[in-house]
């Protein structure tokens, strides 16, 4: 099991940016493919990013394609989600999920429930 805690979440401008950072516990971190996701009120969970254990492959959900940029540090047991060029419809609670599961296909983990770690989430919010 890993512990995550997210933080980096705010009221940004339309256009704006943001980084978001997901801290992982324990000695491990570097054996789990990491994912971003975001839920809307209402709404579902929706995949955001995802980014494999040695940080080489990567994955977005088209609507943030170009925009967002997942990256890791195993050295820091940190994965981040920088936003740029913000959107309203970007608004939601963000979480990290951890999946210790090593898939053959990386658009699994484009899927919540190949996660089983995840964080408290961080509030984006961000106006027109």
């Known amino acids: 099991q890993v512990q995550l805690v997210e933080s980096g979440g705010g009221l940004v401008q339309a256009g704006g940016s943001l980084r978001l950072s997901c801290a992982a516990s324990?000695?491990?971190?570097?054996?789990?493919?990491m994912g971003w996701f975001r839920q809307a009120p209402g709404k579902e969970r929706d995949f955001v990013a995802s980014?494999?254990?040695?940080?080489?492959?990567?994955n977005y959900a088209d609507s943030v394609k170009g925009r967002f940029t997942i990256s890791r540090d195993n050295a820091k047991n940190t994965v981040y989600l920088q936003m740029n060029s913000l959107k309203p419809e970007d608004t939601a609670v963000y979480y990290c999920?951890?999946?210790?599961?090593?898939?053959?296909?990386?658009?699994?983990?484009?899927?919540?429930?190949?996660?089983?770690?995840w964080g408290q989430g961080t509030q984006v919010t961000v106006s027109s």
């Open positions: 324990g000695r491990t971190f570097s054996t789990y493919a």
């Open positions: 980014i494999s254990r040695s940080g080489g492959s990567t």
């Open positions: 999920g951890a999946s210790p599961t090593l898939y053959i296909s990386s658009l699994l983990y484009a899927r919540a429930a190949s996660y089983n770690n």
